[in-house]
């Protein structure tokens, strides 16, 4: 008997809204001593949902295969990577599976399968901040004689993309104590 489950809540609030802020200070009476910092915001500008398959023939030793029992997958995310309009997520599908093989035996095998999944985004910014999410959602194969097996896995993609900017903004203004009026 085996059972495998997973439950994953995941909340984000994002506010997209205009910040007012102030870069600098001046007053003609006394001077001011004026604090600024580089700030980071960041602005959502768009959410990747999508299905991608991902496809490959998995290859045994003669005989190792008869009969697959169950199979299941595993999915991990190396990275991602921009190019022109697009993001690109690189990753690793885990196939798992119990096998009988030609005597009856049952086997239990694990095979990797690389993906890169490439997803369209309008109006790419120069720096870009990404927290994508990657799960498997089904997979399927087909038995090719006695060693080697098709598999379509297909995969939830999605992203939140923010860009990043970075602006010097008027943090503290202080008044220098001799030039306050009593």
Do not use: H
Request: charged share 25%.
């Amino acid at each position: 008997f085996s059972l495998d489950a997973k439950v994953c809540i995941t909340a984000c609030a994002v506010c997209n809204n205009n910040v007012a802020v102030i870069y600098d200070a001046y007053s003609p009476k006394v001077n001011l001593n004026l604090k600024n910092e580089n700030t980071v915001f960041e602005k959502m500008i768009d959410k990747i949902s999508e299905n991608f398959t991902c496809k490959k023939k998995l290859e045994f030793s003669d005989g190792d295969i008869s009969n697959i029992i169950d199979m299941w997958c595993n999915c991990a995310l190396q990275g991602y990577r921009c190019e022109d309009n697009d993001i690109i997520f690189t990753g690793t599908v885990t196939v798992c599976m119990f096998a009988k093989n030609q005597e009856n035996d049952i086997n239990y095998f694990e095979r990797p399968i690389d993906f890169e999944c490439r997803c369209a985004v309008n109006d790419m910014p120069q720096n870009i901040k990404c927290q994508p999410q990657i799960l498997c959602k089904g997979s399927n194969y087909t038995l090719v004689g006695n060693n080697s097996i098709d598999v379509q896995v297909v995969l939830d993609v999605s992203a939140s993309l923010y860009e990043i900017k970075q602006i010097n903004i008027l943090t503290d203004i202080q008044i220098p104590q001799e030039n306050v009026e009593k």
